[in-house]
């Protein structure tokens, strides 16, 4: 006889317990960068390495082979030891190879890709970052790679003859020029004998009139020409640093060009609602010895800080650097002065450094390089994650009144909870019956809107005076005396 489900009795059964939204730990820096004398084993290159806090032993094997008197032990030495000066940050930290501070010619391996076994390279790395390590990174830099704009950089090779006799298949091409460096290129000749095209691989600069040749294994073929296509290109590990930001709702720290403010205002021109870019570089003393270095590992580290103190809707500007002795070139700055380097600057999107009495030398500057406010930024990534990680909870729940119910007083008890925090100045959650039509249901979509009041940063703070002649009647008056 089969088993009936029956009970002469009394039980409780538990329904499962949606938990409340959370928020994301918005203050995880991710960082890349060269240590040519790094052990290997901690630090293989390509990978996503994760330095808790102040990890000194992960830290301390990025020198481990380090002469010493070597001068030069590469930019993730130095990078860490700028960010530890503002607190103890969770780092993802990549390697990449290379073997001297702030050479262009290591752009290519910063800037990575995905290759066809499917590994990541370079700033591609942050993307696996998450699966591997656990932890997203939110505050992206490249210290001392995102200020080389390409100049006179090999954007393109137009084949004006494709010639005849070339033996078939794919070639590296040679390029010879008296100025530029750091360009490679592809040259692929066709079953016919001929070329067919070529791929630019890296842009390099600074070429004036390349010149292209074959390797041997192409054959003796005759009659091809080429000619080089050259332009001014954008910092090439700036602009990929963008495309992840995107992925990861990170924002990135640039470092500006560390040469004028002409200079600046030029590379600001690049945009980014997600980067920030700091110029001048700063003075850091280590071991007695002055060293300019470049901001941004130092500016990734402050909002990391400013996160964990104050909430990740502050902004960065306005808060003490430690560590900074000077800076790469001087910024005047006068408190409401239009004309001051510092304000000029802050008018174009660019951060910089200024030193106040009583203080030091502080973080100024609170937009992107698109004119937005960074934090603001930040806050709606930390409001749409925050959902969406803690909504999956009713994925695939039946689409019924309870079910919308619950769904919009989830969304509506965490909005509270930001505003009680400060972190916004409202917020709702609603079901727009327009939306969800029965079609849309029927397909198992379910719209909900909802909006929000950021904080925005207090940038200028007016007040208008006037002179009240009134108060001189107060000089003769016989009140309060006897």
């Known amino acids: 006889m089969a088993q009936r489900e029956f009970l002469h009795g009394v039980e409780v059964k538990t329904a499962p317990v949606v938990q409340a939204a959370a928020d994301v730990n918005m203050s995880v820096i991710g960082v890349i960068g060269i240590a040519p004398y790094a052990d290997?084993?901690?630090?293989?290159?390509?990978?996503p390495?994760?330095?808790?806090?102040?990890?000194?032993?992960?830290?301390?094997?990025?020198?481990?082979?380090?002469?010493?008197?070597?001068?030069d032990v590469g930019t993730l030495p130095d990078a860490f030891a700028a960010m530890l000066d503002e607190?103890?940050?969770?780092?993802?930290?990549?390697?990449?190879?290379?073997?001297?501070?702030?050479?262009?010619?290591?752009?290519?391996?910063?800037?990575?890709?995905?290759?066809?076994?499917?590994?990541y390279h370079g700033v591609h790395v942050f993307l696996a970052s998450e699966s591997?390590?656990?932890?997203?990174p939110r505050l992206l830099c490249a210290p001392g790679y995102t200020h080389q704009a390409?100049?006179?950089?090999?954007?393109?090779?137009?084949?004006?003859?494709?010639?005849?006799?070339?033996?078939?298949?794919t070639y590296p091409l040679t390029i010879t020029d008296k100025t530029g460096t750091g360009a490679q290129a592809q040259i692929i000749i066709g079953d016919d004998g001929k070329i067919a095209s070529v791929n630019v691989t890296a842009n390099g600069s600074g070429y004036s009139a390349p010149t292209f040749s074959l390797p041997a294994e192409a054959g003796k073929g005759t009659g091809g020409k080429l000619e080089a296509d050259l332009s001014d290109l954008d910092n090439a590990v700036a602009a990929e640093l963008k495309t992840i930001a995107n992925r990861l709702r990170a924002v990135v720290f640039i470092d500006g060009p560390n040469s004028n403010?002409?200079?600046?205002?030029?590379?600001?021109?690049?945009?980014?609602?997600?980067?920030?870019?700091?110029?001048?570089?700063?003075?850091?003393?280590?071991?007695?010895?002055?060293?300019?270095?470049?901001?941004s590992a130092k500016f990734a580290a402050l909002q990391s800080y400013s996160d964990q103190t104050y909430g990740f809707w502050r902004s960065v500007s306005n808060q003490p650097?430690?560590?900074?002795?000077?800076?790469?070139?001087?910024?005047?700055?006068?408190?409401?002065?239009?004309?001051?380097?510092?304000?000029?600057?802050?008018?174009?999107?660019?951060?910089?450094?200024?030193?106040?009495?009583?203080?030091?030398?502080?973080?100024?500057?609170?937009?992107?390089l698109d004119g937005s406010f960074l934090c603001v930024t930040r806050v709606t990534d930390e409001i749409c994650d925050a959902l969406m990680l803690a909504v999956i909870t009713f994925l695939d729940m039946g689409i019924d009144k309870n079910f919308v119910t619950e769904v919009v007083s989830f969304v509506n008890a965490y909005l509270r909870q930001m505003i009680s925090k400060g972190a916004i100045t409202g917020g709702t959650c609603w079901a727009d019956t327009s939306l969800n039509t029965a079609s849309a249901v029927t397909n198992g979509q379910v719209f909900f809107d909802f909006d929000y009041g950021p904080i925005y940063p207090a940038e200028r703070i007016?007040?208008?005076?006037?002179?009240?002649?009134?108060?001189?009647?107060?000089?003769f008056s016989n009140e309060g005396t006897d």
Not at 40 to 47: E, I, S
Not at 109 to 114: C, P, T
Not at 261 to 287: C, F, N, S, Y
Request: hydrophobic content about 40%.
């Open 462 to 475: 007016t007040f208008r005076a006037s002179i009240n002649d009134g108060y001189v009647s107060t000089i």
């Open 261 to 295: 403010a002409e200079d600046a205002i030029k590379a600001a021109a690049q945009g980014g609602d997600r980067v920030m870019m700091i110029d001048p570089w700063l003075v850091r003393e280590t071991d007695g010895v002055s060293k300019i270095l470049p901001p």
């Open 49 to 71: 390495v994760l330095v808790s806090g102040s990890d000194r032993q992960k830290i301390g094997a990025l020198t481990k082979t380090a002469p010493t008197d070597a001068v």
């Open 321 to 368: 650097l430690h560590g900074v002795t000077g800076l790469a070139r001087p910024v005047d700055f006068v408190l409401g002065d239009q004309n001051s380097a510092a304000n000029i600057l802050n008018a174009n999107y660019i951060s910089t450094i200024i030193r106040r009495a009583g203080t030091g030398y502080v973080s100024w500057g609170n937009r992107a």
């Open 132 to 136: 591997m390590t656990g932890y997203r």
């Open 150 to 169: 390409s100049k006179a950089a090999l954007v393109g090779v137009t084949v004006s003859d494709a010639g005849s006799g070339y033996t078939a298949g």
């Open 40 to 47: 290997p084993d901690v630090w293989p290159l390509d990978r």
């Open 87 to 119: 607190c103890s940050p969770l780092v993802v930290a990549v390697r990449v190879a290379g073997q001297t501070s702030y050479n262009a010619a290591d752009i290519p391996r910063l800037v990575g890709g995905i290759d066809g076994q499917g590994a």
